[in-house]
């Protein structure tokens, strides 16, 4: 499975691997939902799933907004939304088009209730000793997590209990009941597919909220108590695949082995056939639905991308410390000297330069008059001269 799948993945598996045994107290990154960028080294990221479904033979992308040219292409979107809120009527719209414009079109769409950099403060503080330095500051961290992701989850409770629902709501697609108590996952159960030659008790899944699907959703993973981990929904022409969280599918979770299995095992819902998947990356706010495609790109916007901004910044700040190290100019300029350096006189003037500098009268007469009794090969090849 890992050499069909993740081959080329297993380097940022081990870099996360490495991370969470070693206890590395720097910063951690966070990012959530995103397969480029901060998420590619992102513990919440998508780089290591989007690795696997381009090793599958699928082509991989990200797209940033729920434009006309995304709504023609894409045959599959991959969606991690960074909230726990419902999709917007709008968002909701757009994608049911998008279901409805053609055959087998997939949408994979993520539950946002899971954050891996829990589980990764968890993992760390078990490794290390009662007595280290570090472990009062990763307890702060790990309660900082926790209590961020309690209050997004609580105020999504908050809005779900107030909202009035219509008639056309969304009975026919899923909902996240977040009023459930988590419970532990001891084994699985659903479609023999999914469950062949994965090992429910070496898996670290989670199950935070409660997945409500339609009546016609079909179940492809399940706790054992029956909750739904994964489930198809139909939906007009293709399908919706919603996944009740990321305790799978994420960076840091894919580095259990068992979790690399489902992942890929959510990969051949897609088919042999090559398909445009579209890992669609949005933030608290939610994908925004535009009219009209984005511009095309010029060459310049890779100064606004991570991590080429900072490349190109620093090689600028270089470029310029060499430009003043190779080509200093000091001062005033000077006019040049258009002299002749075999000029006679020139050298006259400067010698008596120097014998001035010495202050000292007889000296300097004493160099002259030695100067004056040196034979001159000049005078000795006039006629008559002495030999």
């Known amino acids: 499975m890992i050499g069909r799948y993740a081959r080329h993945s297993l380097r940022i598996l081990i870099a ?15 990012r959530y939902g995103e397969m480029s960028g901060q998420g590619l080294s992102s513990v919440n990221g998508t780089s290591v799933f989007a690795e696997m479904v381009r090793q599958s033979g699928h082509h991989v992308s990200a797209a940033y907004r729920l434009t006309p ?14 909230s726990f809120d419902r999709p917007s009527d709008e968002v909701r719209e757009w994608f049911e088009h998008w279901l409805h414009d053609d055959t087998d079109r997939t949408l994979i769409y993520v539950g946002r209730d899971f954050d891996a950099s829990i589980v990764y403060w968890t993992k760390i503080q078990r490794r290390l000793a009662r007595a280290s330095p570090e472990l009062f500051e990763m307890r702060i961290d790990l309660s900082s997590a926790i209590a961020k992701h309690a209050v997004r989850r609580q105020d999504a409770l908050t809005k779900e209990k107030s909202r009035v629902s219509s008639p056309d709501d969304y009975e026919d697609w899923f909902t996240f ?3 459930k108590r988590p419970s532990p996952i001891k084994n699985l159960e659903g479609d023999e597919s999914w469950l062949a030659d994965v090992d429910a008790t070496k898996a670290e899944l989670e199950a935070n909220s409660e997945l409500s699907l339609a009546d016609d959703a079909e179940p492809l993973l399940e706790t054992d108590s029956g909750d739904p981990l994964v489930a198809a929904v139909p939906w007009g022409l293709g399908e919706v695949i919603v996944v009740n969280n990321g305790s799978f599918m994420l ?13 890929g095992h959510l990969i051949d819902e897609l088919g042999s056939e090559p398909r445009e998947v579209i890992f669609l990356e949005s933030g608290p706010e939610g994908p925004s639905v535009s009219d009209q495609d984005d511009p095309l790109r010029s060459g310049l916007e890779i100064l606004t991308i991570y991590p080429f901004n900072w490349i190109l910044l620093h090689l600028s700040i270089i470029g310029v410390i060499f430009a003043f190290a190779r080509w200093p100019i000091f001062g005033l300029v000077q006019p040049s000297n258009d002299e002749h350096s075999g000029d006679f006189g020139r050298h006259i003037a400067a010698l008596g330069r120097l014998l001035r500098s010495t202050g000292n009268r007889a000296f300097a007469q004493e160099r002259v008059r030695n100067y004056q009794q040196l034979p001159h090969s000049d005078e000795s090849r006039r006629p008559g001269s002495r030999r």
């Open 69 to 82: 040219r995304l709504r023609e292409r894409a045959e599959v979107i991959v969606w991690f939304p960074d």
């Open 251 to 263: 960076n840091l979770p894919l580095v259990n082995h068992e979790h690399r299995k489902l992942a």
């Open 177 to 179: 009941d977040y009023a």
């Open 16 to 30: 996360l691997g490495l991370l969470t045994l070693t206890g590395c107290v720097e910063k951690l990154n966070t």
